[in-house]
């Protein structure tokens, strides 16, 4: 029998007239923000979302994590999950049936704002307005890609929406995947515990965020600027702004450009 998929977190098992070979053992605490992911490798996370503040929310129930192992939807002895490319060329493209077993079975009984992913070099670039987005909804399946990419009839039937990491093309979604979790999940409330830390750090307000220093005061000839050793939280609170529209003008000229349109 074929190793059921993962879970992390706290677990109850829901029935199903599932087979099970392909039954998971599925979290199911309620109102908890939840990922989905579907992937040739289920062994690939929790990865570094298990460690740090991430690891902790995780164990304690404040967000869930659920892998579905595409390749037990595979088809035929070998539980084949890809085919040539229509029209020729090089790789293999992940089979609509397979997909869709996987992704109906993954989404069965899910409700609420729920969006479902693609993560794709050619889909919409992650930026911090998506993962506050993300962190909003009730959870997310993402599917993480191999080979060539799936059979676009899957993208279009389902509304999945395709979302990238950068510009440039990886071997697989997964990494792409923990990168947006990790993004999203740190949104959470409770994750990080201090709430101030998601509202002054880069993009909270459109900006990059201001340099950072601690203790000690000198070090290799370098010290702290006066100003945030002076204790007036409002000169502080200025040199700060400041800094984060110099930095975000000097080294992102586009994201400066979009606040100088919104503004107008």
Known sequence: MTAPSKSHGRKAIRPTVRPQELMSATPD?????????????????????????????????????????????????????????AGGGAGMVLRPDVL??????????????????YLSPRGRPMDQQMMQSLARADGVTLL?????????????????????????????????????????????????????STEEESFSSG?????QYTRP????????????????HGKVAQWRREMSAEITRSRRPDLWRKLSDDDG
Not at 217 to 232: C, N, Q
């Open 144 to 196: 993480c890609g191999r080979f060539e990419g799936v059979d676009e009839r899957v993208l279009e039937h389902y509304g999945i929406q395709e979302v990238s990491l950068g510009d440039f093309v990886m071997t697989g979604g997964e990494i792409a995947a923990q990168a947006l979790i990790d993004a999203t999940v740190r949104l959470i409330p409770g994750v990080l515990g201090n709430q101030a």
């Open 29 to 85: 605490l309620h109102g908890v923000w939840k990922a989905k992911i579907i992937t040739l490798f289920p062994s690939a996370f929790p990865g570094v979302l298990g460690e740090s503040l991430t690891g902790k929310a995780l164990q304690e129930g404040l967000w869930q994590l659920e892998t579905v192992d595409l390749r037990q939807f595979g088809v035929g002895k070998h539980r084949n999950v890809d085919d040539t490319p």
């Open 100 to 117: 869709g077993e996987a992704i109906e079975h993954t989404m069965a009984g899910v409700r609420g704002n729920w969006p479902m992913i």
């Open 207 to 211: 900006l990059l965020e201001h340099p």
């Open 217 to 232: 005061a000198e070090w290799k000839g370098r010290t702290i600027p006066d100003v945030l050793m002076s204790g007036h």
